[in-house]
């Protein structure tokens, strides 16, 4: 517990706009954010000390309404749409957070102009808003039970790399967390240093970097604060958990695997593709059809990130009559399989297209390649390296998954989730 869920609730604040965008007086304004936080602190005070809040709470509110008469909803969003802007949105993973939206190249200029100002000058309005609207975000979260035995699996699994920790954060440092927070952690992380651009279009690229140069270069250069991340130790013994819901039996077991920059990432990426990607993987045709052991297969080969040493998943819904320990026994058969009988080359090269054909579908749009340029960039220190990765996967033998198979997919190294049914 602490301060968890930050970058998330930044990436919601982001969107309320700055001294100039989302607000018809800024300096009025400011006065009454100042006196909700004030407020806040001494509620919380209160609710500390067993004391009743009600009059803190009842100013609280009247102070919240007047501020609200100075806010402009969501005018950055309206500016872009008014301009011809779509697709406006954020994310936030265990890696990074996004922010995209596709404009008319003949609006190049407004994009530099809004995105640099929100980020040199923003407004964390409406925080008190923005944070239940986080809080329901989690709950909605926790009520699905395929989502609670995955963060169960991460909370398990890893022992003290934030991979770990849910990236909405936990219910309790959310509720704590202040303004006064969330700018600490913007003046700390929003930096130039941590700044990744992809931008994608009929554009100029001089023209570009003229404007690039212009706005942000009103940016205060600041040096990135040093990782505080501690890499996850090796797992030196299996680990297993059980979680007990309203819902159909699900099996899951994940086993550690390295970064996306390790020279064996393209081994891992053909190795989940085989095993549990769509009808003709290993997994789905075997335990779904020929066996027909389980409802469904699948599988994941960066959970939940993949910038730090991460995980690759299966998990598989049992059918009807058929327990979770069945299930895994022919998991494992397979697992086995692939350690031990050296993969069908017709197998390998249908693996191999699929890849390459996935990846170039993936930059087939102008807003999937400036994400995958950025991604690429921001995890492998090299947007060009996103075009290596096919000639790496083209590469991997069947000598090779057999040999990461062997090394990766051990007793010692795995995690198992069983999520079993109340009824």
Do not use: C
């Not at 440092?173 to 700044?195: A, C, G, M, W």
């Not at 920059?261 to 095993?275: Q, R, S, T």
């Not at 910038?307 to 299930?327: C, D, T």
Request: aromatic fraction near 8%; charged fraction near 25%; proline fraction near 5%.
């Amino acid at each position: 517990m602490g301060k968890t869920g930050v970058a998330h609730f930044l990436e919601h604040l982001a969107f309320k706009g700055t001294t100039r965008i989302g607000t018809t007086d800024w300096q009025a304004e400011r006065v009454l954010l100042d006196q909700l936080d004030q407020l806040d602190g001494q509620i919380r005070e209160a609710i500390a000390t067993g004391k009743d809040p009600k009059a803190l709470q009842a100013e609280f509110a009247q102070v919240q309404a007047q501020a609200d008469q100075y806010v402009k909803s969501n005018e950055f969003g309206q500016i872009i749409s008014q301009a011809g802007g779509v697709g406006l949105n954020a994310a936030t993973g265990t890696d990074f957070t996004l922010y995209f939206y596709n404009l008319p190249a003949n609006k190049l200029e407004l994009w530099f102009s809004l995105e640099s100002e929100r980020f040199l000058d923003p407004v964390f309005r409406e925080f008190f808003k923005e944070k239940e609207v986080v809080l329901e975000e989690r709950r909605t979260g926790i009520d699905n039970p395929i989502r609670r035995l995955l963060q169960t699996m991460q909370d398990q699994a890893f022992s003290v790399h934030p991979y770990k920790r849910p990236v909405i954060g936990y219910e309790e440092d959310i509720r704590n967390l202040t303004r006064q927070d969330v700018q600490e952690f913007f003046e700390t992380h929003y930096v130039p240093s941590k700044l990744t651009i992809g931008i994608v279009g009929d554009v100029e690229p001089q023209q570009v970097k003229q404007l690039a140069e212009a706005y942000f270069g009103r940016y205060t250069p600041k040096a990135a604060t040093p990782s505080t991340i501690s890499p996850e130790p090796p797992q030196t013994a299996p680990k297993e958990f059980t979680l007990e819901l309203d819902h159909q039996p699900v099996y899951v077991e994940g086993y550690h695997r390295p970064a996306i920059n390790h020279p064996d990432n393209a081994v891992y990426e053909v190795i989940a593709k085989l095993m549990s990607d769509g009808r003709r993987s290993r997994l789905y045709s075997q335990l779904v059809e020929q066996q027909q052991v389980a409802l469904s297969a699948s599988g994941s080969n960066g959970y939940p990130g993949n910038k730090f040493a991460h995980m690759i998943l299966f998990l598989a819904f049992p059918k009807p009559g058929v327990s979770l320990e069945q299930l895994a026994q022919s998991l494992q058969a397979e697992i086995i399989k692939i350690q031990q009988e050296p993969i069908d080359l017709r197998d390998l090269e249908r693996v191999k297209k699929q890849f390459k054909a996935e990846v170039l579908a993936s930059l087939g749009s102008n807003g999937g390649m400036a994400s995958n340029l950025v991604e690429a960039e921001v995890k492998l220190g090299d947007w060009r390296k996103l075009f290596e990765i096919i000639d790496r996967v083209e590469a991997v033998t069947p000598e090779d998954i057999q040999r990461v198979a062997k090394a990766t997919f051990t007793e010692a190294n795995r995690t198992v989730g069983r999520l079993v049914s109340k009824k």
